[in-house]
């Protein structure tokens, strides 16, 4: 009974259709869900095959053109327009191409200008980017578009002073409805009140009555205005880690740059200006002891200085005037310094004499050194004229650049999380592998810190032996220690100003290392920066894109010791030769400071008198683009005179060598050691080495080599690398066919060339990889070339195919390799990846652009035809290829020539499907780890040729040959097995093989058959399927399979692809399941459901035929989300997901936007919804708290556990429900009824997945065609339909607007990702996933560059968080979260109302519409009760209305719960802030008075429910507003007046006493509000309320049961529980009066035993109630389960409360019922819990542990306190209060309320003379107080509990003297004892009672006396008997008891009271007592020192001892006065003093 009691409707459905639901019954039992969807056998194919996809070319080609209206003809076809070609013009950084010009180039040469100044040729997708691939739905992009949205107005965002809509703003001043301006009491003055309010606007057309047709009309087109058209926008975007369809186009190729940092010279001045100084700037690493820059020169020397050379100078080129330089620092570590050196001219004397005056001279002195400096000055002149083309080394320093970066303080680089979490997709600058740099490294970073200005003071002279770059390595060292050496010498002092910042992003006035102008080069005349080349510390990977060809020679040391004659001051001239006419001397050496910007010749600096000399010198050479055979370089050594000598040349020569620059065709470069000759070389010497010892020549040193020199190239023409060089020279010789030709020592003829380039071919795998990388695009357009034309050697091709394949596998693999860290997330290395985009062309013959092209890129260039160049670069660079036109142009050539080549040519995709087809193992390993390269190289070499050979217009199927369509079919199917197979060896290759595999055929989907590539795709799925039977992992394969399905899903034509507009049809032979299908009949229509509709619902065979990629992706849903489905939370999340992510871009898509193309979208998606309805029992529950479990899963579990309203813990929602409401939120009926089904088993989804899925499933609700919806709603049977609407209220729960105050909140809760953490973590020991795979793809997914800090989990996109993760959101950020998910909530609430509102329309013919409409009514009013915006309301309101209109009898025929919710639900909106709220509530409220009225004259029932609804929502609503309530009230007056309908009928005087009975309780309310900081005064009012409804029973109830939520919140749980016992009182009090059944309480008196307050309930009599009456004693309380479920409560809370032995009594009424019922479950939940009160019992028997209250006594004094004042009461405090405590709460609260000093507190407890006290303030007296039991009461209280239970008296005491002090002497210290009684019990259903009789009694000093000996007594007595003993305890008394006291001990009061007999016969007694006091006191003193010697160890016997003797003191003491005898002992006594405690036994007087 219990189960169908609480599914009232499941139970009606029961009734309805009973018949019906047992068919279903029957048949979901045969096949559970879970089975039955797996082979769905509903239309043939079951989920885990892959049904045979229709040809789509040529479904296409059977449809006309024109089948399709308007805007849909688009979703039909790709566009014609889909794929182009465009010719980007390369971007080149210098305004002039570098380019070498008009020389006869060589091949080698001229194939790397072509290669640096070709075109980009792009073969663009030109609808791609809406893909979502391409453009991503990311947090940035909705909040883009999230631009706009309407605020939404909620109730609990509006605040207290805030009105919406202008009529509401002066109605406070309006209405004299204030609460002040009355006295409240008076019903008279309330209803004036009511008269007197302005009403609210009222709805125009409300009163009219309009067909129903019309009405719904009406409404939906009010729904449809101002909806936002994309849901989806409003939604958190999809989750970023499942994005595996994510790509970017790669960056184009660009020049590698490190961290680019820029310095500026400012100025250099010394103590003395006396001659010029030079500078050189460059940058050196000590830990790779390598220099990393070339130099950069400067001269900061004043004009008047520089004068001083104007006999050597020319006209200084402006290019070497510059000042400032851009270094770039590609590894920045901190061992970077920027060593500064200084030169000046050479002068007679060594460094140290020329150093000298610098070092001595301090400008200060000027005046004083006049003469010295003028005799300097002169010098100087002399040697600059003389010597001025020389220079010397003069001084260095150097600056730590990390110090400079770390000092100026790093700029905050810590983008937010969102910028970085982009980058990994799009921001991936070309970063090279500097990226690799350890973390250690990573600390240095020279590209954000604050530019600085440094002085550098202290420079250090050269040393003349010292001068090489080891030694100045060792210096740099030397200068990071502390005690640096060179810090000890004495410097040279100067001032040189340098600025160091970052470089800006484009320098103006920037040269390129080859001095050529960098773009925005405004100004020619501009001082130029140079930029600096970089030599990077280690490899750089990066391939060459422009054309660069430096040599830099080094001279590092000569030495001459035993060349005979005058050789000391030693130069070495350099010269660049063509030829060996000293004419031939190049201008090729670039210019240093202030000179020509070339030069012929170059000199190192001298070193004075040294034979010997090492150099630093540097000199930069721009090589020739052809170099010869005979080019060389020159070095001629010099003797250079210093002093001026008669006859003595300025320079003497007195060697000579050389170094011949090529060798074997290949540049000499590297470290060379040469002999020196001393004669002039003889001719023809440039083509030998000086190795070679020519006859007739003098040597120096005897031909040993002396002279140490370097050469380093920077070149992108010369590879440097001996297998790279070979390479390229055999191609070059093929390509130019000069045979013979010499190759090292072998000669190559035509014969031999063909074995040498296999082997060549062979060896491009030992190539070294930066070179091979710098040149990659060479080698790879090389190799393809001779895949494609393969060469012609002596008339016979040669085919290279499969060395050349083989050769490129091995290239890209080492690429590959080298930039490892630079991969995307994909693993693809973006320079490969830019190849292919920019740089890969077909080579050969192309066909010239057709005529009329429109052009694409803005630039209108062509080319001369060159002599050799490609025909390739005939496409004119400023046009699109467009595949419109056929007219082809065959270019021009010999004809034999052109036709052995095209017998020769072959088409490069067809090749590489074929060799790979065909590979060996080897190469094949290779080719997958890298597939992806092949696979685009394949796609764009077969776009090129379709587009190239305008074949875009022959249909698709003829476009490729059959064989290569074979190859591709044999090569999907083998990559795809590798996948399978690979996946448990190696995770990560088979991730990238997959997303490989996919997106080459979602590639192939814009190019070839796209019938061909879904078969493919069915192969492949296929596989998979086979493969999963037997996999030990299948999650693993799962996931790889829902990764492949969602990449081809990311397809820019996606729709088109699934055929979106044909209609589906059925298949051809129906197969026998369908026949069945058909003869089931649905609910709603008599006719069979129509298979169409149906089968476009399901997956069925036609809908995954036709919509082939859409019925993948919801298969794998469908799959994922099946209970039994493995590894199923990471599944459940990426099929989610992916499903998530498309609909996303389908509502970003502008192509969609249109409603009609959208509603053809959506029918792709109509399957989500049977999946997530038959998913309900797993998604996770919104609509319950966090603890309980949910509803929906026990409404699927047997019938026994139907009890949930009442098991468990108190339903924290006791309000709501009494409103009757079921739906109380919080507790939730589901509408389904199935039988118990094996569907809830199986893992339940997230939080976040559950939602994502639900606002997956309303975004095809809100954009799916609606009368689609309505047939199918209308085959539903009834379980399904219940499960639909079961589906809708989760929407409803899951998108509830949570309130701003929310966000604020939960600001920084991270909660959700956590969970997701520990679930794959859980997913990853269990083995789903390999955790090692998983965490290494995270970090890869994360860091696109391997960089240790971008490795951080990512913590996404939360249901509760919605953005960012940075704890603290600013406050826009969170307005703006606010914002987006109001309107979320109310779009989400509309769609629900729309569905239902379809759903309504399908029901209204069938049968069972009564059990279906109530379930819609349920979900509309749950609409209605959560929080909503007021834009929601209106219309779901309007709907209500329409409902209730339609079928009046849902509410006022059967059970009235419908009623009673929608009553609270209305009248809670009436009381909104929000004036359309109120409007539309009190207009719907109004409607349903009417119609119950209409239906029998009278409306007691929406009268009795609208009652207690508003009793319930004053108790239980915290910020209800009582003013905007008056006037909705008020407004329903209105409508009653102006309804002319009614007039004659009393409805409207019915209408007005039911207004003014409302407003009487709002008035109460009002009081209520005053007093909702005060809880006693709060729960006094309360139950005020409660006794005034004690004649009418469903409202008493209601306020006991908000009393007990109020005390449950307030945490007296003895309380609550009693009102709880006080309501099933009542309960029981009336069904007794209904039915005598023997298993029910008699009624009050059942109760009696667990409080003696019960009785009260006893009011309900005969003549009271008439059970009968209609509307009365009718909520769901008043029944059996009613009076159950109240009791469970009682005893939950009794439980909370400790109060264990309660319970027992609860249960004692309880148990009969259950047995009555045999309610077996129950019963043992019963006794289960009695068993645990029991145990607790037990344990907690002595009370210590459980306290159970503290009782003060509070008196209020004073005129303020109004009805408090002059009243008592008794209070009950939690446990343990102090008296403070409550003092202090007290004072605070009414200082609060009163002002400051008004309130005092009474500090003691004395009587309170009422005169004494000021009239303006206000007293409280607290005292604690005991409870207090006569002598017979303690017979029965035997337990704590009970001693602490049923209370109704107590006591405290005030200690006296005569003299009025409180304390005196022992002779006159007297004590008042004062008992107080109270109304009631405690405990009480409130927590202060009122005092009602007081009675006092005073004791004198000798009883005082007895008392307090007692109680030592009964102390030592107690703490001896203790058991176990506590040792410490009995030592403290006796200590207290026989210790030696000052005052007031044993011995003081004995002496007092016992040395002398009284004269008062009186006092004999008394005297008496005290003696056999202190006679027992004795005694138990003795007992408690045996016991402590028994206790007591070794170490406290001195102790114990000492206690002894002061025992024996003590009775020795004692022993005299109680041994004296009172004379008249045995006299008889009168009759007054029998009772001592009778007040009238003693006073004052008698004494």
């Known amino acids: 009974m219990a189960a169908a009691e609480r599914r009232a409707f499941a139970h009606k459905i029961n009734r309805t259709v009973a018949a019906e639901v047992r068919k279903q019954v029957s048949r979901e039992r045969s096949g559970s869900p879970s089975s039955s969807r797996r082979c769905s056998s509903s239309l043939g194919v079951p989920l885990t095959e892959v049904v045979e996809p229709l040809d789509f070319e040529d479904v296409l080609l059977s449809r006309p053109p024109d089948a399709e209206p308007g805007p849909l003809r688009d979703l039909v076809e790709f566009p014609a327009d889909d794929l182009e070609l465009l010719l980007q013009p390369r971007e080149c950084r210098t305004t002039e191409p570098g380019i070498p010009k008009d020389e006869k180039l060589d091949a080698q040469v001229r194939a790397a200008v072509e290669m640096y100044i070709e075109d980009w040729v792009i073969v663009h997708r030109r609808y791609q980017y809406l893909s979502a691939a391409y453009s991503p739905v990311t947090t940035e992009t909705q909040r883009e578009r999230q631009k706009g949205l309407p605020r939404q107005v909620f109730e609990q965002d509006a605040s207290g002073d805030e009105r919406s809509g202008p009529e509401d703003s002066n109605d406070s001043r309006r209405g004299s409805g204030s609460p002040e301006d009355t006295p409240r009491s008076s019903g008279a003055s309330s209803i004036f009140d009511l008269r007197n309010l302005a009403a609210d606007s009222l709805l125009p057309s409300l009163l009219e009555r309009a067909a129903p047709e019309d009405v719904d009309r009406r409404n939906e087109s009010l729904r449809r205005q101002h909806r936002p058209p994309a849901l989806l926008t409003l939604y958190p975007a ?126 200060v002195d000027t005046a004083k050194n006049k003469d010295k400096l003028e005799k300097l000055r002169l010098a100087a002149e002399q040697f600059c004229t003389r010597l001025g083309r020389y220079r010397m080394p003069f001084a260095w320093t150097a600056v730590h650049l990390a110090n400079i970066v770390s000092s100026a303080g790093q700029l905050d680089r810590d983008s937010d999380s969102e910028g970085e979490r982009r980058s990994a997709w799009t921001d991936r600058r070309r970063r090279g592998p500097q990226d690799r740099a350890s973390s250690g490294d990573d600390a240095c970073s020279f590209s954000g810190f604050r530019p600085a200005t440094l002085t550098v003071t202290n420079f250090f002279k050269q040393e003349a032996e010292r001068l090489s770059d080891e030694d100045l390595f060792k210096f740099l060292a030397d200068m990071r220690r502390p005690s640096s050496l060179l810090r000890r010498l004495r410097p040279v002092t100067a001032q040189l100003k340098i600025d160091i910042s970052p470089a800006p992003e484009n320098p103006h006035f920037c040269l390129s290392p080859e001095l050529l102008h960098i773009k925005p080069y405004p100004d020619p005349r501009g001082r130029p920066t140079k930029e600096i080349l970089e030599f990077p510390a280690r490899e750089v990977y990066a391939p060459h894109t422009s054309y660069r060809n430096l040599l830099y020679v080094y001279p590092h040391s000569l030495n001459f010791s035993s060349r005979q004659g005058s050789v000391r001051n030693l130069a070495v001239r350099v010269q660049y030769m063509t030829g060996e006419d000293p004419s031939q001397a190049l201008p090729v050496i670039f210019g240093k400071s202030s000179c020509s910007e070339f030069t012929r010749e170059a000199f190192t600096p001298v070193v004075y008198h040294n034979k010997s000399p090492e150099f630093y010198e540097e000199f930069k050479l721009h090589l020739p683009a052809c170099v010869t055979e005979n080019h060389h370089l020159l070095f001629t050594f010099y003797h250079v005179s210093c002093q001026p000598r008669p006859g003595t040349a300025l320079e003497t020569p007195v060697g000579f060598t050389w170094i011949p620059l090529l060798q074997h065709g290949r540049l000499r470069t590297g470290p060379f050691c040469l002999p020196v000759s001393v004669d002039q070389p003889p001719p023809s010497y440039s083509v030998l080495t000086p190795d070679v010892a020519l006859p007739g020549m003098r040597w120096v040193d005897g031909h040993k080599g002396v002279f140490s020199v370097e050469l380093t190239a920077v070149s992108s023409v010369h590879p440097q690398d001996p297998h790279l060089d070979k390479f390229f020279t055999l191609v070059h010789v093929l390509e130019e066919g000069a045979f013979p030709f010499r190759l090292k020592d072998a000669v190559l003829s035509e014969g031999n060339v063909e ?215 044999a090569l999907v199917g083998s990559v795809g097995l590798e996948v399978i197979t690979r996946v448990h060896k190696d995770v990560e290759l088979a991730e990238r093989l997959n997303a490989s595999l996919a997106f080459f055929l979602s590639d192939l989907l814009s190019l070839v058959d796209r019938g061909f590539v879904f078969s493919l795709v069915r192969a492949h799925y296929k596989q998979v399927a086979t493969r999963l039977q037997s996999s030990p992992n299948p999650a693993a394969l799962l996931t790889l399979r829902m990764e492949f399905t969602r990449i081809l899903c990311s397809h820019e034509h996606y729709v088109t692809l699934n055929l979106p507009c044909c209609p589906l049809s059925p298949p051809a032979s129906p197969s026998p399941s369908v026949s069945s299908t058909t003869s089931q009949s649905s609910t709603f229509s008599s006719q069979a459901p129509d298979p169409k509709v149906t089968s476009m619902f399901e997956l069925s065979g036609p809908f995954r035929q036709q919509h082939f990629l859409a019925g993948l992706l919801l298969t794998e849903l469908a799959l994922a989300l099946e209970p039994e489905a493995e590894g199923a939370f990471l599944l459940h999340k990426k099929a989610i997901s992916a499903v998530h992510s498309l609909l996303c871009g389908h509502d970003t898509d502008p192509r969609y936007a249109e409603a009609t193309v959208k509603a053809c979208v959506a029918e792709l998606y109509l399957p989500l919804l049977s999946i997530a309805r038959d998913t309900l029992p797993r998604l996770h529950d919104f609509a319950e708290g966090p603890g309980q479990r949910s509803r929906l899963a026990s409404m699927l579990d047997s019938d026994t556990e139907g009890e949930g309203d009442i098991a468990g813990t108190i339903n924290p929602s006791v309000a709501m429900a009494i409103a009757g409401g079921p739906l109380a939120p919080g507790s939730r009926a589901s509408i389904s009824q199935g039988p118990p089904t094996a569907s809830r088993a199986g893992c339940a989804l997230s939080a976040e997945s559950s939602r994502t899925l639900l606002a997956c499933v309303l975004w095809v609700l809100k954009n799916a065609e609606p009368a689609l919806l309505q047939r199918w709603a209308t085959d539903l049977t009834l379980p399904q339909l219940g499960r639909l609407l079961d589906l809708l209220y989760l929407c409803l729960a899951a998108f509830e607007y949570k309130g701003k105050k929310a966000f604020e909140r939960i600001n920084s809760l991270t909660f959700k990702k956590s969970l997701d953490m520990k679930a794959r973590l859980e997913e990853a020991i269990l083995g789903t996933i390999g955790a090692r795979q998983e965490m290494v793809r995270r970090s890869r997914e994360r860091s696109p560059f391997g960089n240790p800090e971008n490795v951080r989990w990512r913590k996404s996109v939360t249901h509760w968080k919605q953005t960012s993760d940075r704890v603290d959101k600013t406050k826009d950020e969170m307005e703006h979260e606010a914002l987006v998910e109001g309107n979320l909530a109310t779009e989400a609430s509309l769609v629900v109302l729309d569905t239902l509102e379809i759903i309504v329309q399908t029901v209204m013919l069938s049968e069972a519409r009564e059990s279906v409409l109530g379930a819609v009514l349920k979900v509309v009013l749950y609409s209605l009760g959560s929080a909503q915006s007021a834009l929601f309301l209106q219309h779901g309101l309007a709907t209500q209305r329409a409902l209730v209109s339609k079928f009046p009898e849902l509410l006022f025929e059967e059970d009235t719960e419908l009623c009673a919710d929608l009553c609270l639900r209305l009248l809670r909106h009436c009381g909104s802030r929000i004036s359309t709220i109120r409007t539309h509530a009190s207009a719907s409220l109004y409607l349903l008075m009417r119609q119950n009225f209409e239906i029998g004259h009278n409306f007691a029932r929406v009268k009795m429910q609208v009652t207690m609804s508003l009793s319930s929502l004053v108790g239980t609503t915290q910020n209800f507003s009582e003013e905007y309530l008056r006037r909705s009230l008020k407004t329903i007056l209105t409508y009653a007046e102006e309804d002319v309908g009614l007039r004659d009928s009393t409805f409207a005087e019915q209408v007005q006493d039911l207004m003014f009975n409302l ?102 009599s005969d003549d009271i109630l008439s059970p009968d009456e209609e509307g009365f004693c009718s909520g769901k309380h008043f029944t059996e389960l009613g009076l159950v479920g109240l009791l469970e409560q009682a005893a939950g809370y009794f439980t909370m409360g400790g109060l264990y032995e309660a319970v027992n009594e609860v249960y004692k009424n309880l148990i009969p019922i259950l047995e009555a019922h045999r309610d077996y479950k129950k019963l043992a939940a019963v006794h289960g819990k009695l068993q645990e009160a029991f145990t607790k019992i037990m344990h907690q028997s002595s009370g210590w542990e459980r306290v159970f209250g503290t009782y003060f006594r509070v008196g209020f004094y004073g005129a303020r306190f109004g009805d408090l004042d002059e009243q008592e009461f008794v209070y009950k405090e939690p446990s343990i209060t102090k ?90 210290q007297h004590k008042r004892k004062t008992l107080l009684s109270t109304d009631h019990a405690f405990p009480y259903i409130k927590t202060r009672i009122r005092v009602c009789h007081r009675e006092e009694t005073v004791l004198t000093p000798v009883e005082v006396a007895i008392e307090d000996m007692q109680k030592k007594t009964r102390e030592l007595a107690f703490a001896t008997e203790q058991d176990p003993p506590d040792a410490k305890m009995l030592q403290m008394v006796l200590q207290g008891s026989v210790g030696p006291t000052v005052n007031q001990g044993p011995l003081e009061v004995a002496q007092v009271f016992l040395a002398e007999i009284p004269e008062d016969p009186k006092l004999f007694r008394h005297h008496n007592k005290l003696r056999l006091c202190f006679k027992d006191f004795c005694k138990k003193c003795e007992d408690a020192l045996r016991k402590n010697k028994a206790l007591i160890g070794p170490d406290q016997k001195e102790y114990h001892r000492e206690l002894e003797r002061n025992y024996c003191r003590l009775r020795e003491a004692l022993q005299p006065l109680l041994t004296q005898r009172l004379p008249q002992l045995l006299a008889p006594t009168p009759p007054g003093l029998r009772n001592s405690l009778n007040r009238a036994s003693f006073r004052k007087a008698d004494l």
């Open 238 to 363: 999809p989750d970023e880690d499942e994005a595996v369809e994510r790509c970017s186009h790669p960056e184009p190729p660009r020049e590698h740059f490190g961290q680019r940092i820029l310095v500026k010279c400012l100025s250099l001045k010394f103590e003395i200006e006396i001659e010029p100084i030079f500078g050189i700037l460059a940058l050196y690493d000590v830990r790779e002891k390598k220099k990393i820059s070339e130099n950069f020169y400067f001269d900061l020397n004043s004009d008047s200085i520089k004068g001083l050379l104007r006999a050597h100078g020319t006209h200084p080129a402006i290019s070497t005037l510059a000042r400032s330089a851009i270094f770039s620092v590609t590894y920045p570590s901190p061992d970077i310094f920027l060593v500064i050196k200084l030169e000046k001219v050479l002068q007679q004397g060594d460094i140290s004499e020329c150093c000298e005056p610098y070092m001595v001279m301090k400008e």
């Open 755 to 969: 074995q040498e380039l296999r082997a060549s071919l062979a060896a491009l795998r030992l190539a070294s990889p930066e070179p091979l990388v710098a040149f990659s695009h060479h080698v790879l357009d090389k190799l393809v070339r001779l895949v494609v034309r393969p060469p012609i050697i002596s008339g016979q091709i040669v085919n290279l195919g499969r060395g050349a394949f083989e050769a490129m596998a091995h290239v890209v693999s080492l690429v590959h390799r080298s930039l490892e860290a630079a991969q995307d997330a994909r693993g693809h290395c973006p320079q490969l990846a830019a190849y292919i985009h920019y740089a890969f062309r077909l080579p050969g013959t192309e066909p010239s652009l057709p005529d009329g092209a429109p052009p694409v890129t803005v630039q209108a260039a062509t080319l001369a035809r060159g002599s050799g160049r490609p025909i390739s670069l005939y496409l004119a660079r400023s046009k699109s290829i467009s595949s419109s036109n056929p007219d082809l142009a065959v270019a021009p050539g010999s004809v034999d020539d052109e036709v052995s080549r095209i017998l020769a040519s072959k088409l490069l995709h067809e090749e590489l499907a074929l060799q790979w087809v065909v590979s060996s193992s080897a190469v094949r390993e290779a080719i997958l780890q890298h597939a992806w390269f092949f696979f685009q190289l394949m796609v764009k070499s077969m776009a090129l040729h379709l587009l190239l050979g305008q074949r875009l217009d022959t249909p698709r199927k003829l476009r490729f040959p059959g064989r290569f369509l074979d190859d591709i079919t």
């Open 1559 to 1660: 407003h009487m309780i709002l008035t109460d309310t009002v009081k209520m509000k005053e007093h909702q900081e005060d809880p006693e005064m709060l729960i006094d009012l309360m139950y005020r309320i409660a006794r005034g409804y004690q004649g009418s029973p469903d409202l008493r109830l209601t306020w006991l049961q908000n009393m007990a939520g109020k005390h449950a919140e307030l945490g007296n749980h003895a309380e609550a529980a009693q009102c709880m016992v006080h309501a099933a009182a009542l309960v029981a009090e009336y069904l007794a009066l209904l039915e005598d059944h023997r298993h029910l309480p008699v009624g009050c008196v059942s109760f009696q035993n667990i409080s003696s307050n019960v009785l009260e309930e006893s009011a309900i």
């Open 1779 to 1868: 008296l403070a405590e409550i003092s202090h709460r007290l004072e605070e609260f009414y200082t609060e309320r009163f002002g400051d000093d008004v309130v005092e507190i009474i500090k003691d407890s004395n009587p309170v003379d009422k005169s004494k006290l000021d009239a303006q303030k206000a007293y409280i007296q607290i005292t604690y107080v005991e409870p207090y039991f006569d002598t017979y009461e303690l017979k029965d209280r035997v337990t704590y509990f009970d001693r602490n239970y049923g209370l109704r008296t107590f006591l405290f005491c005030t200690p006296f003297t005569p003299d009025g002090r409180a304390h005196g002497e022992l002779p006159e």
